[in-house]
């Protein structure tokens, strides 16, 4: 087996519907596992400034490898992306002409707004992410000294921003396309995979639903309990 002989499978693969369906139930399922993790370190800041420094800390101490992490989740956001706009794009050029009502094929429809919008809420959160990462990554650097190791005050600088309400309802709104996209991601990605049925898909739709919700109160917490001054 060359690289030579694999380079055209993977164009194949790549180019054909089922692979840009594969594609993003892929990516799609990463980018979800990495928003979960994402939640439940904004969440120790609920605990204390002292633990949410301390954690983003360690993470900072990762070095390169925080690096190559970072610069893979970057990639894979521009690449689900990417190949999520593609397959929308062929789907209204193989039908340019759209119906007037949204009809189910014999079985309980799928379509729903966050279905309709996923291109529109996807596009969203990648702008968001740029200025996400300006103002939290790289923004002010405040310091502070925990158990005498000098470290970054990432958590005062949370609270400075979310003490803004611009901010902190404009982050929450964002939070909220996110939950609205996840809600029909997470099926459709497991979907994509070719891992459900007509007897397991109901359930697994039920539940990314309610994960999405979950996702939705885990990061709405934060900016409006500091914003309302609860923490």
């Given at each position: 087996m060359t690289i030579s002989s694999d380079l055209p499978k993977l164009v194949n693969f790549y180019t054909s519907p089922i692979g840009k369906k594969i594609i993003t139930g892929i990516t799609g399922l990463g980018l979800s596992l990495f928003v979960l993790v994402h939640m439940a370190g904004n969440l120790t800041l609920l605990a204390s400034s002292k633990a949410y420094n301390q954690l983003a800390h360690l993470i900072e101490s990762l070095g390169i490898l925080l690096y190559i992490v970072e610069f893979a989740l970057l990639a894979l956001v521009i690449f689900h992306l990417?190949?999520?706009?593609?397959?929308?794009?062929?789907?209204?050029?193989a039908r340019p002409?759209?119906?007037?009502?949204?009809?189910?094929?014999?079985?309980?429809?799928?379509?729903?707004?966050?279905?309709?919008?996923?291109?529109?809420?996807?596009?969203?959160?990648?702008?968001?992410?740029?200025?996400?990462l300006s103002t939290f990554k790289f923004g002010v650097y405040y310091s502070t000294v925990i158990n005498g190791v000098e470290m970054r005050d990432l958590a005062s600088l949370v609270r400075e921003k979310f003490h803004d309400p611009i901010y902190a309802f404009g982050y929450s709104a964002v939070m909220i396309m996110l939950a609205v996209h996840l809600r029909h991601g997470i099926w459709s990605a497991w979907q994509s995979i070719g891992v459900l049925n007509s007897k397991i898909s109901p359930t697994v739709y039920a539940i990314a639903l309610i994960l999405a919700i979950l996702m939705a109160i885990g990061f709405l917490i934060?900016?409006?309990a500091i914003y309302f001054g609860v923490i």
């Amino acid at each position: 087996m060359t690289i030579s002989s694999d380079l055209p499978k993977l164009v194949n693969f790549y180019t054909s519907p089922i692979g840009k369906k594969i594609i993003t139930g892929i990516t799609g399922l990463g980018l979800s596992l990495f928003v979960l993790v994402h939640m439940a370190g904004n969440l120790t800041l609920l605990a204390s400034s002292k633990a949410y420094n301390q954690l983003a800390h360690l993470i900072e101490s990762l070095g390169i490898l925080l690096y190559i992490v970072e610069f893979a989740l970057l990639a894979l956001v521009i690449f689900h992306l990417v190949v999520g706009i593609t397959i929308r794009l062929n789907s209204q050029q193989a039908r340019p002409i759209g119906y007037s009502e949204l009809k189910s094929a014999g079985e309980p429809s799928k379509q729903s707004l966050s279905s309709r919008t996923m291109m529109i809420t996807g596009s969203i959160l990648l702008v968001f992410l740029v200025l996400h990462l300006s103002t939290f990554k790289f923004g002010v650097y405040y310091s502070t000294v925990i158990n005498g190791v000098e470290m970054r005050d990432l958590a005062s600088l949370v609270r400075e921003k979310f003490h803004d309400p611009i901010y902190a309802f404009g982050y929450s709104a964002v939070m909220i396309m996110l939950a609205v996209h996840l809600r029909h991601g997470i099926w459709s990605a497991w979907q994509s995979i070719g891992v459900l049925n007509s007897k397991i898909s109901p359930t697994v739709y039920a539940i990314a639903l309610i994960l999405a919700i979950l996702m939705a109160i885990g990061f709405l917490i934060l900016p409006l309990a500091i914003y309302f001054g609860v923490i």
